[in-house]
């Protein structure tokens, strides 16, 4: 490889792992308390697979929407305490409204590092990236 080719390679490989470390997904894992509801029909069967939302009792944007577990649950971990609204319905028209009361939560967090372990992932990657153009350049060198 010539200088102003190695030169190109570098630049490239440097421009592309800006790019690869856009594509990175941080997770968290938390073990806290969390507010369990378990809705089921008159006969005890699990209100299952079935849409809910949950927002703040005066209102304004539902902060979890989905659907109940196989068991009719639905596992809530409130950001704040306060007064929360819980709207449940199914396709044939079952459904429920109903308010309940959130206490401060605390819990102990694990995550994947986040911001600065995907820097010096990325410091490492043009690291090694530099060490081995060097190398081929030291090799390149030496055969003329």
């Given at each position: ?28 894992v ?56 819980l ?58």
């Open positions: 490889m010539k200088g102003k080719q190695c030169r190109w390679a570098i630049v490239g490989a440097a421009l592309w792992s800006g790019v690869a470390a856009g594509h990175g997904l941080h997770y968290e938390s073990r806290a308390e969390a507010v369990v509801i378990r809705l089921s029909y008159s006969d005890g069967t699990p209100f299952a697979y079935e849409g809910f939302e949950i927002r703040p009792e005066e209102g304004g944007t539902p902060v979890l929407v989905g659907r109940s577990d196989r068991e009719g649950r639905v596992a809530f971990l409130p950001p704040r305490a306060g007064k929360w609204r709207r449940a319905w199914s396709e044939d028209g079952h459904g429920v409204d109903v308010v309940f009361s959130t206490t401060e939560r605390e819990g102990v967090k694990e995550n994947n590092g986040g911001r600065w372990d995907r820097l010096g992932q990325a410091a490492i990657g043009v690291g090694v990236l530099l060490g081995v153009f060097g190398v081929v350049q030291l090799f390149l060198r030496r055969s003329r």
